[in-house]
């Protein structure tokens, strides 16, 4: 927990309050992730003594990334979880680890971190990763080399300009200028003007780089915004979403959601955070809407569902 009193917490302090919120962590979008890469990651202070904790938590993670995300490779992950196991497992003469043994067994088994829930595989990493400190010694080895070298006075080497990716560019300038009128728009669901609409595009396809680079990108990403700059912008920025759930309650009689009912709506907010835009015929064509019960579980307020997206899309178009 961060402190106000706390000088550098003060001076982000707005960003430890817009986390606080666990809605904010629903949906993390590229530039949320920047700004808790930039504003929030300095403010923890590592403990030297944690190394083998965080070692073992990324690991476990990755895989159960690898469950999420097929793509992901996790096979020396897993081989060096299992040789942490062998080697905690020669440990059971301290209290600690005696006692996790069944889980110490479970992860040196390659069945259990391929086919366990996600919630066994978190379970272990919790219940373990406070005793890596037993076998970080014999788990880390350190080798000290002395390498001599010479230092030859040679011409000037000419300045080299570092290049940077379409995609680097465009991160860069909306975390550098969140404040512009027009993305705070998009952010926060207001109507963009044609003015602002044409600022986007000057941005991204004159002052950032060209219409071919942004083309390029947007095909490479098989991203659905085409043109559409701002959908493209609210794809990277994402949208407030207690405005979203607020503009909602507009289009309904009853403020009220049941369970399920809040999950739909939230799958809706989550779409158009990663893809930018969504119409009503984004329910019947993507994958991702095609197997929920729209009917069943909104009923006669279906329509409502249908107007929503509409404003949705209405907004930036």
């Known amino acids: 927990m961060f402190s106000v009193s706390i000088i550098s917490v003060r001076n982000v302090w707005a960003c430890v309050e817009k986390y606080k919120n666990k809605d904010n962590w629903t949906y993390l979008s590229e530039l949320d992730a920047l700004e808790i890469k930039q504003k929030l990651a300095p403010l923890v202070i590592p403990n030297p003594e944690d190394t083998g904790n965080r070692m073992f938590d990324a690991l476990m993670l990755n895989i159960m990334l690898e469950r999420l995300v ?73 080798f000290f080399v002395n390498i001599s070298d010479t230092l030859e006075a040679k011409d000037p080497i000419e300045k080299v300009k570092l290049q940077t990716d379409y995609h680097t560019r465009i991160l860069d300038y909306l975390n550098k200028h969140r404040d512009i009128v027009s993305i705070q728009k998009i952010y926060n669901l207001q109507k963009l003007t044609n003015e602002d609409i044409m600022e986007l595009e000057h941005i991204c396809w004159k002052e950032l780089g060209s219409k071919e680079e942004y083309d390029k990108y947007v095909e490479k990403g098989q991203m659905i915004c085409g043109d559409k700059v701002a959908a493209f912008i609210r794809s990277i920025v994402g949208i407030n979403r207690t405005i979203a759930k607020e503009r909602f309650s507009q289009f309904i009689s009853e403020n009220v959601l049941n369970s399920l009912q809040e999950e739909y709506i939230n799958q809706i907010i989550g779409y158009v955070c990663e893809n930018g835009d969504i119409t009503p015929a984004t329910l019947l064509t993507d994958e991702s809407f095609k197997s929920l019960d729209w009917p069943g579980v909104f009923g006669q307020k279906l329509k409502d569902i249908s107007n929503y997206i509409s404003e949705l899309h209405g907004l930036i178009a």
């Open 70 to 142: 097929p793509d992901n490779n996790a096979v020396t992950s897993k081989n060096k979880v299992i040789q942490i196991g062998q080697r905690l497992q020669t440990k059971a003469s301290i209290p600690e680890v005696l006692k996790r043994m069944p889980l110490i067994q479970d992860i040196m088994n390659p069945v259990f971190l391929n086919t366990a829930p996600l919630s066994k595989l978190e379970q272990a990493r919790m219940e373990l990763r406070d005793i890596i400190y037993v076998v970080l010694g014999s788990y880390h080895e350190r």
